[in-house]
T-cell receptor, first 114, second 113 residues
Framework: AQSVTQLDSQVPVFEEAPVELRCNYS??????LFWYVQYPNQGLQLLLK??????LVKGINGFEAEFNKSQTSFHLRKPSVHISDTAEYFC????????????FGQGTRLTINP | EAGVAQSPRYKIIEKRQSVAFWCNPI?????LYWYQQILGQGPKLLIQ????????DSQLPKDRFSAERLKGVDSTLKIQPAKLEDSAVYLC???????????FGPGTRLTVL
C-alpha cells in the first residue's frame, strides 16, 4: 500500500521569508511525486512533479522540490514567499502501474503574515 | 481552453436525502476522476473512468454512492441516502489518459445536516 505523510498541518511564515513544506512517502512499488496547491474555494493546481532525472525539480510561482530516494522524501521549498502564496499545499504520489492512482497527503496550510 | 466544470458549487441537504453532482471534463479527456475531500484531509479517489468504463472504484461506498459516465463525456455522482459523514468537497478531475496530468474542477461543497 502507498501512503503520504505531510509532517506539518500548518506553517506560518512572514512575507519574504523562506519556507519548506515537508513530505514523506511510503510505497512498495515505483511512484511519481507531485505537489499541488489549492487556493480557497478552488480546485487543485499542479505546482511541480518528479518523474525521473534530476532530483531537483522547479515548478510554478518560484517553488522547487527535491526528491530524496534514501529518505523517501519530497520536500517543497521557496526562498522568499509572498502573501499570494497563502493556500493549502498537497503532496501526492502516483502509482506507476495499473490505474495510475493518485494518493494524497493530508495537506499543509501555509499562512503568510505581513 | 475551458477547464473542468462542476455543478452545483454548494449543496445543503438533510441526512437520508439524496443528492447528485455533475461534472463536465475538459474536451477530449478520456479519463475522469471523482474525489472526496473531507475538511482537514487530502482528496481521496472515489472512482475513476476511462471513457465510459470504470477503472477503479475500490474506495466508493457502493451501498450509497453511485456514478456514471454515459457516452464517455459528462459524469454524475449520486449519494442516496446521505449521511452526516458525507459532508465534504467533491472534486472532479480529468486527464487525457491514465498517465497524463490531472486537471481539477472547483468542487462541490456538500453539507449534510
Amino acid at each position: 500500500a502507498q501512503s503520504v505523510t505531510q509532517l506539518d498541518s500548518q506553517v506560518p511564515v512572514f512575507e519574504e521569508a523562506p519556507v519548506e513544506l515537508r513530505c514523506n512517502y511510503s510505497s512498495s512499488v515505483s511512484v511519481y511525486l507531485f505537489w499541488y496547491v489549492q487556493y480557497p474555494n478552488q480546485g487543485l493546481q499542479l505546482l511541480l512533479k518528479y518523474l525521473s532525472g534530476s532530483t531537483l525539480v522547479k515548478g510554478i510561482n518560484g517553488f522547487e522540490a527535491e526528491f530524496n530516494k534514501s529518505q523517501t522524501s519530497f520536500h517543497l521549498r521557496k526562498p522568499s514567499v509572498h502573501i499570494s502564496d497563502t493556500a493549502e499545499y498537497f503532496c501526492a504520489v502516483r502509482i506507476i502501474q495499473g490505474a495510475q492512482k493518485l494518493v494524497f497527503g493530508q495537506g499543509t496550510r501555509l499562512t503568510i503574515n505581513p | 481552453e475551458a477547464g473542468v466544470a462542476q455543478s452545483p458549487r454548494y449543496k445543503i441537504i438533510e441526512k437520508r436525502q439524496s443528492v447528485a453532482f455533475w461534472c463536465n471534463p475538459i474536451s477530449g479527456h478520456a479519463t475522469l476522476y471523482w474525489y472526496q475531500q473531507i475538511l482537514g484531509q487530502g482528496p481521496k479517489l472515489l472512482i475513476q473512468f476511462q471513457n465510459n468504463g470504470v477503472v477503479d472504484d475500490s474506495q466508493l461506498p457502493k451501498d450509497r454512492f453511485s456514478a456514471e459516465r454515459l457516452k464517455g463525456v459528462d459524469s454524475t455522482l449520486k449519494i442516496q441516502p446521505a449521511k452526516l459523514e458525507d459532508s465534504a468537497v467533491y472534486l472532479c478531475a480529468s486527464s487525457l489518459g491514465l498517465k497524463d496530468e490531472q486537471f481539477f474542477g472547483p468542487g462541490t461543497r456538500l453539507t449534510v445536516l
